[in-house]
């Protein structure tokens, strides 16, 4: 598949919200088959940008380099000001935090390694939008399927896990991939020979690993995205 239109596609979808052709069709109004037209000739129709644009203010630019603002208009006017709207402040619009960035997010269970080997398990499950600041290098993004952090982490939360972060120390929160694919959030705490990895949920139960077994450990969490 040609790398331009799927980064593409993953950021119409990211911007609509959507993860199937029939979704994304209602949204673009028109056949679903268009949709495998355009993906069989690996070439986004000109027309759904400016749909785009019309129904949710989104920057044709962005949609097709990645550059720029997503969005050219909200609700309040024209991005960065159309007299109508208030405009963003200079020092805004060169930070870190106005700046998207498309990532990939991946599910808490992976593929089996067998060894479970950090990283290697890891199974793409999406993209999300995200503050360039929050996906910076070495963040690996999580879609989290359980309450065993919670209410740190709850189920249906993002989470941003720093793998340049994967020294273990004791009390803090990490991810772990456990051999069999599987994927855990738990507290980190020394005794003796092992870390005990213990759920904030007290209904899931604590499991060890060794000391030496620090290739298990993902990263340390980062930043939680979720629904109060």
């Known amino acids: 598949m040609d790398h331009i239109y799927k980064e593409t596609i993953e950021r119409i979808k990211a911007v609509t919200h959507t993860r199937t052709q029939t979704a994304l069709a209602e949204i673009l109004e028109i056949r679903q088959s268009s949709i495998s ?9 000109g027309a759904w940008y400016m749909t785009l644009f019309e129904k949710l203010g989104v920057n044709p630019d962005w949609l ?25 402040a200079p020092g805004l619009l060169g930070s870190p935090l106005s700046q998207p960035a498309l ?6 269970r992976g593929d089996d390694t067998g060894n479970g ?44 896990i720093d ?3 994967d020294c273990p120390a004791s009390g803090g929160l990490f991810a772990i991939t456990l051999p069999h694919g599987e994927i855990v959030l738990r507290r980190l705490l ?9 759920a904030e949920d007290p209904a899931y139960p604590d499991r060890r690993i060794r000391l030496v077994r620090t290739e298990w450990i993902l990263g340390r969490l980062a930043w939680v995205m979720q629904e109060m």
């Not at 037209?37 to 129709?45: H, M, N, Y």
């Not at 097709?64 to 024209?78: D, M, W």
């Not at 996906?135 to 919670?150: F, K, P, Q």
């Open 37 to 45: 037209d355009a993906k069989r000739r690996q070439s986004v129709p």
């Open 64 to 88: 097709k380099s990645g550059i720029g603002p997503v969005y050219l208009r909200t609700e309040a006017g024209y991005i960065p000001g159309d007299g109508d709207g208030t405009p963003l």
């Open 103 to 108: 990532v990939t997010m991946y599910a808490m």
């Open 117 to 160: 080997a950090a990283g290697a398990t890891l199974r793409p499950t999406g993209s999300i939008l995200l503050p360039r600041a929050y996906a910076r290098e070495g963040i690996v993004v999580l879609a989290v399927d359980n309450d065993a952090a919670a209410p740190t982490v709850r189920r249906g939360a993002y989470v941003g």
């Open 163 to 165: 793998t340049h972060a």
């Open 190 to 198: 020394w005794d003796e020979d092992y870390f005990r990895l213990c």
